[in-house]
């Protein structure tokens, strides 16, 4: 391998010389050798975006020259253009600021402006300190970037996951509406309802994570750019915040704004705390959907068996012919990762110390993750088994003539005691629930008949 030669303030240390990043990147992969987890690409992205908006507005307050400004934007562009990801290679185990990976973005954005500039007969020469990172600090750029690539992966990854399977559930409502079946609480039998309302449940489990969601995520449209080290602003200018943050909505198509309070941005990551939140409170409600699902899909001849589901793959390596509810499993597995990110996020960002928290990569790194797997899981879900869920009409009929919780209509009737008794004898003695109404003189077949009838026991009684 061939090397070339850069220097930081430490001194000089060996560079691949096909990597287009500098010392301090360098010395962070030697120093960090922990894990396989990389810094996620979303991450990267936002920060090129941020470090583009800098340079805009660095050159607006007349700080940099223009001709460093293009290259630092056909730089960061590029980045954008995920062209240039294998030169951001660091791991997520580093300092707890990021600094680490702001200076491989710094870097690189130098290295690459650079051969433009050179490629445009320029003389100038792009500084990753003094001109990509200039009036900034890694401790408001990392938050900034975070927010930024939070906001960016909702939006993009998980909003239309989620529009797609609310689709795919409104069509089932509107195509099983005539189908009764028997309804379960505490895994027992209760009363009758239509296949419709039980999916209508879960519709409404995600259109309420949803509108959680984006009642929480708003918060991770403010920013902390303009804070430097420590949220007072030093060497930026005093409108360089709100301009950067400017610069950033106008090139996402994005609304984002200057954080009220710098010192609050840089320490505290409560914003990320909540969204996530939400996405734990979509989590919470997939990985119910997704037992369900697999409850009523059990069997084919030994459990539920009341819906069938798309066949994916064979189920077993030793029994031929079994097919197991594969996508459900994945789902609550999506499920037990994102439960488990939130308590990292949580512990996390408890741990800010007077003007920073340090645990800044390990959080953004779990957040995005969370919704790279939501909206990942969600779509497979949708496609490889919510989409194909047929009832099986047979069983739920089954199942629901079977039921003793019929009875229930018999309350407002002969009362609650004497409509216990009969389900007590028809079980105890193995009978229909009109059998023992009928022996114990409490009804006529014919009043039976007319008082329980599971097409009028999936609403309010009619007075």
Known sequence: MSYRIEKDTLGNIKVDELKYWGAQTQRSIENFPIGTETMPTELIAAFAILKRSAAVVNHQFDQLEKEKMLAIQYAADKIVAGTLTEHFPLVVWQTGSGTQTNMNVNEVI??????????????????????????????????????????????????????????????????????????????????????????????????????????????????????????????????????????????????????????????????????????????????????????????????????????????????????????????????????????????????????????????????????????????SFDQRCMEGIQPNQTKMSQYLENSLMLVTALNPHIGYEKAATIAKKAYEENLTLKQAAVSLNLLSEQEYDHLVNPNHMTGPTDN
């Not at 084919?300 to 031929?320: D, H, K, L």
């Not at 990110?341 to 996390?348: C, K, L, M, Q, Y």
């Open 110 to 379: 130098a290295y690459v402006g650079n051969q433009w500039l050179e490629s445009q007969g320029s003389k100038a020469m792009l500084h990753p300190n003094d001109d990509v990172n200039q009036s900034q600090s890694s401790n408001d750029t990392f938050p900034t970037a975070m927010h930024i690539a939070a906001v960016t992966s909702i939006e993009e990854y998980l909003f239309p996951s989620l529009e797609k399977i609310k689709k795919t559930l409104q069509k089932k409502i509107d195509d099983f509406d005539h189908i009764i079946k028997i309804g379960r609480t505490h895994l027992q039998d209760a009363t009758p309802l239509t296949f419709s309302q039980e999916i209508s449940g879960w519709l409404e489990m995600i259109v309420q994570s949803e509108k959680m969601i984006q009642d929480s995520y708003r918060y991770l449209r403010d920013l902390a750019i303009g804070g430097t080290a420590v949220g007072t602003g030093l060497n930026a200018h005093d409108d360089f915040g709100e301009r950067v943050c400017q610069q950033i909505s106008q090139y996402t198509n994005r609304l984002f704004t200057s954080a009220p309070n710098k010192f609050h941005a840089l320490t505290s990551h409560d914003a990320i705390v909540h969204t996530h939140g939400a996405l734990k409170g979509l989590a919470a409600n997939m990985m119910k959907i997704a037992n369900d699902i697999r409850w009523l899909a059990s069997g084919p001849r030994a459990g539920i068996g009341e819906i069938t589901i798309p066949v994916n793959e064979p189920g077993s390596s030793i029994m031929p012919g079994k097919v197991n509810p594969t996508q459900t499993e994945a789902m609550t597995m999506v499920a037990a990762q994102v439960m488990g990110n939130d308590a990292t996020i949580g512990i996390s960002a408890s741990q800010g110390n007077f003007q920073l928290n340090v645990y800044k990569p390990v959080i953004i790194y779990n957040f995005l993750q969370s919704i790279q797997l939501l909206a990942d899981s969600i779509a």
